[in-house]
Nanobody, 122 residues
């Protein structure tokens, strides 16, 4: 059974930094894409950043230059370094694993973590 477990959320002042981590555990053969999404109260879930197994990244315009996604394929872990945080970054951040196979011939599936709260406030 595959699980995604996020950590690193919390309360931070504007201009501060946080680093989120998400580790995928269970029987995993490969993961194509991993990423971070966020959902603020009353808003739809939106993409923050994604990274492929080959290292190709995509960051939302709203976080470019402030957030950086990275990945450790050997540990099935994805990170999100968040700098220069703003109050509008406040949201629940969700980890996503896309194209996850539990065996070489298995159908790939999409998995989500339970979410971690990030609050930016003075």
């Amino acid at each position: 059974q595959v699980q995604l477990v996020e950590s690193g959320g919390g309360l931070v002042q504007p201009g501060g930094s946080l680093r989120l981590s998400c580790a995928a555990s269970g029987t995993i053969f490969s993961i194509y894409g991993m990423g971070w999404y966020r959902q603020a109260p009353g808003k739809q879930r939106e993409l923050v950043a994604t990274i492929t197994s080959g290292g190709t990244t995509n960051h939302a315009d709203s976080v470019k230059g402030r957030f950086t996604i990275s990945r450790d394929n050997a540990k099935n872990t994805v990170y999100l370094q968040m700098n220069s945080l703003k109050p509008e970054d406040t949201a629940v951040y969700y980890c996503n694993a896309d194209g996850l196979r539990v065996c070489i011939i298995c159908t790939p599936h999409n998995y989500w973590g339970q979410g971690t709260q990030v609050t930016v406030s003075s």
